[in-house]
């Protein structure tokens, strides 16, 4: 059964430091994906990654995949209060589209 | 992105009753999912709608407690029946834009969820 963990599960910050979140999954998948999920709000995709040693990067936010590693990761750079938001990494295990979420990462920025 | 509609946005119901939620998307698509959310937890996949078939259940997740169907391919609904407090969660629609000359790559976009309470 393939398991995604993220870490950490929760994550306040200030503003305009860096950090990363890690998501870990079991099998040998090559297809990752990044959402963001503000309250009471969908997903909203960031990133879609494919292949090992992708890397993508959009504003303050660039995610990695090392498929090798089986770690994905997800940079903010100079945090600001507009990413506040919880962030969820998932994996396509069989190139079905079917996708398996971790446990997601709360971010909080603080002024 | 494709554009995706659900309704109810929200509903709360009785124990005991059903609550079928509809799915519109603006464009055909080939794949479409149903995933629930639990209050505070990560997403999990119910099943996948098919066009013009039974749909296909993951694992935990059976046809009578979550009917589904697929008419066409812009429209799907769930139905989650005999409710109870358990099933107080946010249901949302994915659907898959295959790569063409929009991306190189396959793309999955939500939809903005129906949130059920059931008392």
């Known amino acids: 059964e393939l398991k995604v963990e993220q870490n950490p599960l929760f994550l306040s910050m200030q503003e305009e430091k860096n950090y990363t979140i890690y998501c870990n999954y079991s099998t040998t998948s090559d297809r990752l994906y990044w959402y963001r999920q503000d309250p009471g709000k969908s997903l909203e995709s960031l990133f879609v990654?494919?292949?090992?040693?992708a890397v993508k990067q959009e504003g303050r936010l660039m995610a990695s995949l090392d498929t090798k590693a089986r770690l994905s990761t997800l940079h903010i750079t100079a945090a600001v209060h507009d990413l506040s938001a919880t962030y969820f990494c998932a994996v396509d295990d069989f190139g079905n589209e079917k996708l398996t979420f971790g446990t997601g990462t709360r971010l909080t920025i603080i002024p | 992105s494709a554009v995706i509609s659900q309704k109810p946005s929200r509903d709360i119901c009785q124990r005991g009753t059903s609550l079928t939620i509809q799915c519109q998307v603006d464009s055909q698509v080939t794949m479409m999912f149903w995933y629930r959310q639990q209050p505070g937890q990560s997403l999990t996949l119910i099943a996948t709608?098919?066009?013009?078939?039974?749909?296909?259940?993951e694992s935990g997740f059976v046809i009578d407690k979550f009917p589904i169907s697929r008419p066409n391919l812009t429209f799907s609904t769930l139905t989650v029946s005999n409710m109870s407090p358990e099933d107080s969660s946010i249901y949302l629609c994915?659907?898959?834009?295959?790569?063409?000359?929009?991306?190189?790559?396959?793309?999955?976009?939500f939809g903005p969820g129906t949130r059920l309470t059931v008392l």
């Open positions: 709608a098919n066009q013009g078939s039974e749909a296909t259940y």
């Open positions: 994915s659907v898959v834009r295959i790569a063409g000359l929009r991306s190189s790559y396959n793309e999955q976009f």
């Open positions: 990654l494919l292949s090992n040693g």
